[in-house]
């Protein structure tokens, strides 16, 4: 006995899904592309950048924690939610210190990469100018609150990968901020290494290995190579991200 097929439709395309798939799941494997930040393979997926956000006729949901299901019509790449998008990074680019320029990060920062996929000419709204402490207790890691986009990323690859529970965020709208969950709530007295995930999936540059700074001369780095979406469509780059 066949099983009966499982399809949704993004943007006028049939894809195909198994049970238990996100939106978002099934696009990528589909070699379809969702703007997205705070998703990663393998994490529990939060919904927390908004950027993913497609229209199921009037409904709009977040592709990375909706399930797909049979017979879902599904708009991604349009007009208005592409505009919708753009309007989203240029407000997570002015309530952070996000200079691009002199940023170490600079070339293979995801936000950045994003704003050149969004065509994101101008910030638009007036800088925010946050204060925001940084934390260079730790003899390898480095913690720039500033240029956290609050994407959960690192509080999640800490809980669900790496078994330490190093990170949460707390407060919330402006008053949210990134804390570390020592005793002095410093890295420094937490049990983060270089070598966790969480010390690596920063897609900005709020958690940055120290000493290690332009070693990828600018020009070499991954998003001077690649557009954001090779990346994410391609296995193989992705993971050498």
């Known amino acids: 006995m066949k099983t009966a097929s499982h399809t ?10 198994t049970k238990g798939q996100t939106i978002m799941d099934a696009a990528l494997a589909a070699n379809i592309y969702i703007p997205h930040l705070c998703h990663y393979p393998g994490l529990t997926p939060h919904g ?6 497609v229209n199921i006729g009037d409904q709009c ?6 399930p797909a299901a049979n017979g879902q019509q599904i708009s991604n790449n349009t007009t208005a939610l592409n505009t919708t998008r753009k309007m989203l990074i240029q407000m997570l680019f002015i309530e952070g210190n996000h200079i691009c320029p002199s940023c170490e990060k600079t070339g293979n920062c995801k936000l950045q990469a994003m704003g050149y ?4 000419r101008d910030e638009r709204f007036p800088q925010f100018y946050q204060r925001r402490e940084m934390d260079a207790s730790h003899p390898t890691i480095l913690l720039d609150r500033g240029r956290c986009i609050m994407c959960d990323l690192c509080v999640r690859a800490s ?9 949460a965020i707390s407060g919330r709208g402006v008053n949210a901020h990134l804390i570390v969950n ?7 007295d937490s049990d983060i290494e270089a070598s966790d ?11 940055l290995a120290k000493e290690h700074g332009y070693e990828t001369p600018i020009g070499q780095r991954i998003f001077d190579q690649h557009q954001i979406s090779e990346i994410d469509l ?3 780059l992705h993971e050498d991200d």
Do not use: W, Y
């Open 117 to 120: 996929h969004l065509d994101m």
């Open 61 to 66: 949901v977040t592709a990375c924690t909706t």
């Open 8 to 17: 949704i439709n993004i943007d006028g395309q049939d894809i195909s899904f």
């Open 48 to 53: 927390n950048c908004k950027l993913c956000t």
């Open 159 to 167: 809980r669900e990968v790496d078994g330490k529970n190093v990170f």
């Open 197 to 207: 995930l969480a010390a690596n999936i920063c897609p900005v540059g709020a958690i």
């Open 182 to 188: 020592s005793s002095s709530g410093k890295l420094v």
């Open 234 to 236: 391609d296995k193989k």
